[in-house]
């Protein structure tokens, strides 16, 4: 008999804030945490909108800015988030052990050193494109690059930060799956309480991707909308004339707990995580199989492992990108699972107002989730204005509503053809 697993604590910071109700509000509201880059210069780029963290740093959670002034902004956004979650969940005032309490995060590589890399690749070029001197490149790199920076830019940094900041002694890993890493590492972080290995896992994503790098090679896909004219428009997941998705950033972080543990020290119970689903589409590196099939394989995996009725479904977050082929594909597979139950349960992307915030984004979709049980309200989609005959379910448009709220299913799916669906239940469920 394997042990059930619930959500005991949540943080998170967003572009629409990093309080959970506020943010909550803003969401059931339309805001919009859509904008003009102001981390760098976009102006010469196709796209020059996304979804900042603003007005945030790590004085909202009682740590010293400058005390991190090293670590990459994934890190900051990692550990503002969990120290929310931790605080919420009252897991550190329980005295658990070191070694039962774990890390499992989806997290991405941090701010990239543009301002260094292209002194770096003058030097090595000098006046002539041909040839690349590469001992110059590495002579300078050697000289002006920061270790520090270098170490911290890594996707596996803010795993060991959270573990050394909240004395967690038990498995610590991270994995980046692209668009799927923090629901993948939610997964499986509910895996090893479930067989046994931790009592505890603080686990989610964080990642940021606002920087000349990663805006660069999304252009160069044609996967991010260039509707600059009108940035809080632009993410419109599933409308005739979506055009691209809008990079966001940000982290979610929860702990995820066994639940005779959590019901003996009276810990507020968010929901309960029923079911998980891991898929390859083996297919493509930037497109997903047409026919859906890693998609539709991983929600009838989730389901199964749920123990849930397709009738019992009350709301999907959908990873609805705002992509022309995510959302085609994304629909068909809802159809595929749920056949004519499909048009009877709300979908929404929230992606329409937050962004994509990549490895973070199904962490942030899985609180939303919770939160939609907690109050039995499920968020809309925002910009939603011309029907696509290729995407014909119930998509909650740009109004939030009142909704009976007991199961929730949240879909990630990322570059390279990873599929997480998780399925989570209001607690007693």
């Known amino acids: 008999m394997r042990r059930r697993v619930v959500v005991t604590g949540i943080g998170w910071v967003t572009p629409l804030g990093a309080e959970i109700d506020t943010v909550w509000q803003r969401l059931l509201a339309g805001h919009s945490g859509v904008g003009y880059i102001s981390l760098f210069d976009a102006g010469s780029f196709p796209t020059q909108i996304a979804a900042e963290v603003r007005d945030w740093d790590l004085a909202d959670v009682g740590e010293d800015p400058t005390a991190w002034r090293h670590q990459g902004r994934h890190t900051r956004f990692a550990l503002g988030a969990a120290k929310k979650a931790v605080a919420d969940s009252g897991l550190l005032e329980s005295r658990i052990e070191p070694d039962r309490f774990g890390v499992y995060t989806g997290c991405g590589e941090g701010q990239q050193d543009f301002g260094r890399f292209p002194r770096m ?7 002539d494109a041909e040839p690349f001197d590469l001992a110059e490149f590495t002579r300078v790199g050697l000289e002006i690059l920061d270790p520090i920076a270098e170490l ?32 993948q590492a939610i997964g499986e972080a509910a895996e090893m309480i479930r067989r046994g290995e931790a009592d505890a896992m603080l686990s989610g994503g964080a990642h940021t991707m606002i920087h000349p790098f990663g805006v660069t090679g999304f252009n160069l896909l044609t996967a991010l909308s260039t509707r600059n004219d009108q940035p809080q428009k632009a993410s419109r997941p599933f409308d005739r ?8 950033e940000g982290a979610g972080m929860m702990i995820l707990e066994e639940l005779e543990r959590a019901k003996a020290r009276g810990a507020t119970i968010y929901g309960e995580i029923r079911g998980f689903g891991s898929t390859a589409d083996a297919f493509r590196i930037t497109d997903t199989h047409p026919e ?9 995996m989730a389901l199964a492992d749920a123990g849930v009725n397709l009738d019992q479904v009350d ?29 009877r349960v709300p979908v929404s992307s929230t992606k329409s107002m937050m962004g994509h915030l990549i490895a973070a984004a199904g962490a942030t979709e899985l609180i939303i989730c919770m939160l939609a ?50 399925v989570v239940s209001e607690f007693p469920g």
């Open 241 to 248: 004339h979506r055009d691209g998705f809008v990079l966001g």
């Open 373 to 422: 049980l907690r109050d039995n309200v499920v968020p809309p989609t925002t910009n939603y204005e011309t029907p696509d005959p290729d995407c014909d379910l119930d998509y909650i448009p740009n109004a939030a509503r009142e909704k009976d709220c007991r199961v929730a299913m949240n879909n990630s799916f990322g570059f390279g053809g990873q599929n997480i669906a998780l």
């Open 292 to 300: 859906g099939r890693g998609a539709i394989a991983c929600m009838n």
């Open 121 to 127: 690749m003058v030097a090595a070029i000098g006046q």
């Open 315 to 343: 709301y999907i977050n959908a990873h609805g990108t705002s992509t022309t082929v995510n959302d085609k594909v994304e629909s068909l597979a809802i159809r595929q699972v749920f056949g004519e139950q499909a048009y």
């Open 152 to 183: 911290e830019q890594e996707p596996n940094m803010p795993a060991g930060h959270l573990a050394s900041l909240f004395g967690a002694e038990g498995p610590n890993l991270n994995c980046l799956t692209a668009c799927a890493a923090s629901s």
